[in-house]
């Protein structure tokens, strides 16, 4: 186990009994709504095991990376888009509920300052990979770190959002 995260271990062993939770606030800036999420002990243990995490445990990371820009000064430059927004939803067909996921990722972008990039992170179902989208530069990168050459429709979905944002704002295509 890694050192710095003995602490962690010794309070989840010695605090958290069976069926326990710790409740963390996660605001609004990430959700688009401010809510609770409850970690369990076997969030924490599969976190300090270096296992498949929750996407509990991802929310409870973006806030502390977003608290972490906030303390350096750079809130204003990074805006951490939760994983369940763009999440596969059960609709009638494949396309509506891309539509309606890629509608809630617009949702961020609308009034996208320029200097902001976005943080999208997306379970494809054993590992988390990570968006990021710089509406005015017209720019999506997808990071994986197991470099899978398969992918599913998440970037097909960053990108119809920003094909969105450009429509709807008008301003996000890039001047030569």
Not at 41 to 57: H, P, T
Not at 118 to 144: A, K, S, T
Request: with cysteine; glycine share 6%.
């Amino acid at each position: 186990m890694n050192r710095a995260m003995r602490p962690l271990a010794y309070y989840a062993h010695s605090s958290m009994r069976q069926g326990n939770q710790f409740e963390v606030p996660i605001p609004y800036t990430i959700m688009g709504f401010e809510m609770p999420v409850f970690l369990s002990f076997e969030d924490i243990y599969g976190f300090i095991n270096l296992q498949e995490i929750s996407a509990n445990c991802i929310l409870v990371y973006m806030r502390y990376l977003e608290e972490l820009c906030r303390i350096n000064g750079q809130a204003e430059k990074f805006v951490f888009v939760s994983p369940s927004l763009i999440s596969p939803v059960r609709t009638d067909t494949e396309d509506a509920g891309r539509r309606e996921r890629a509608d809630n990722l617009l949702s961020f972008l609308r009034d996208a300052p320029k200097e902001r990039l976005y943080l999208v992170l997306h379970n494809r179902g054993r590992h988390w990979v990570l968006g990021v989208i710089h509406p005015w530069e017209d720019l999506v990168l997808y990071f994986d770190l197991l470099r899978e050459k398969k992918r599913d429709d998440f970037t097909e979905l960053m990108n119809m959002a920003l094909t969105d944002w450009k429509i709807t704002t008008g301003d996000g295509i890039r001047r030569r």
